[in-house]
């Protein structure tokens, strides 16, 4: 295998933000980070205090979503958010940028915003991932074209204190011509982008349209060091069963997967 279980699990942000999660649904899906020892679980903030008894001991840590999924409320509203996490326990936050002032041109708040979050996150120990939510941005903004936009983003980011900028939120739907809603998520254009415009300071995450073990390979390939995902155990299941083959001799083929794919 070209990676080892724990260099690919430990890429894994264990996704538990579906709305319609239960208590019961929360804790089996910190118990199953636990089992497959992912690098965290990215969880609901009134659910993390919970979550740190659950993976007590774990070594997996518990992230909280802030401002999320559209990223429309105020500065202080996302720092206070950011505050009671840290204090409930949370190691990672996972902020949405105001996506609406960064489409109109407002650069100047949109970096006051993260800056206000990653000054709180750092002052409690917490590390930051700031989401683009890049479905919204393929036509770009500010008088600026979409790539030339994420780029711009990546500067601000880097500028206002960001430990990772992340591609989506994994709930970014756009209607389709006919009249559903679906979105791309992570695609290997913009990881790559994201990852060329960024320091080595700054991390690279991937979230949405991850579906198995080939597309989360991608995104290492591609210089990503996370990535959220809901289905961590059919990854590294299919991990196990590949490394297993491997010492047998057997071929197995791989999954030939694309990132960006949609769904949950």
């Keep these: 295998m070209k990676y080892s279980y724990s260099d690919l699990a430990k890429m894994i942000d264990h996704s538990l933000l579906h709305p319609t999660m239960t208590d019961a649904d929360l804790e089996a899906g ?5 089992e497959y020892q992912v690098a965290s679980v990215c969880i609901k903030p009134y659910a993390v205090k919970q979550a740190v008894e659950w993976l007590r001991g774990s070594g997996v840590l518990v992230g909280c979503v802030i401002g999320f999924p559209h990223g429309n409320s105020t500065t202080e509203s996302k720092r206070y958010e950011t505050e009671l996490a840290c204090r409930d326990g949370a190691h990672e936050i996972d902020m949405v940028i105001n996506i609406g002032k960064a489409l109109g041109g407002d650069w100047d708040y949109v ?5 206000a979050v990653c000054d709180e996150a750092h002052r409690h120990g917490a590390k930051v991932k700031v989401i683009f939510e890049n479905d919204y941005l393929t036509n770009g903004g500010g008088g600026l074209d979409s790539d030339t936009f994420k780029k711009k983003l990546c500067a601000l980011c880097e500028r206002a204190g ?12 756009v209607k389709q011509p006919d009249g559903s ?7 290997e254009h913009d990881l790559a982008l994201m990852r060329a415009r960024c320091s080595p300071k700054v991390q690279v995450k991937a979230a949405g349209g991850v579906r198995d073990l080939d597309g989360l390979i991608k995104v290492r390939d591609l210089g990503g060091s996370r990535c ?3 289905a961590t155990a059919a990854m590294m299941d299919e991990y196990r069963k590949r490394e297993a083959a491997e010492k047998t001799g057997q071929k197995i083929e791989s999954q030939g997967s694309v990132i960006g794919a949609g769904g949950y």
């Design 228 to 230: 959220g995902a809901t």
């Design 162 to 173: 960001a430990d990772w900028v992340k591609t989506s939120t994994g709930y970014g739907f």
């Design 181 to 187: 809603y679906n979105y791309k998520g992570a695609t």
């Design 111 to 115: 970096e006051a915003d993260v800056k």
């Design 30 to 34: 910190c118990k199953l980070a636990a």
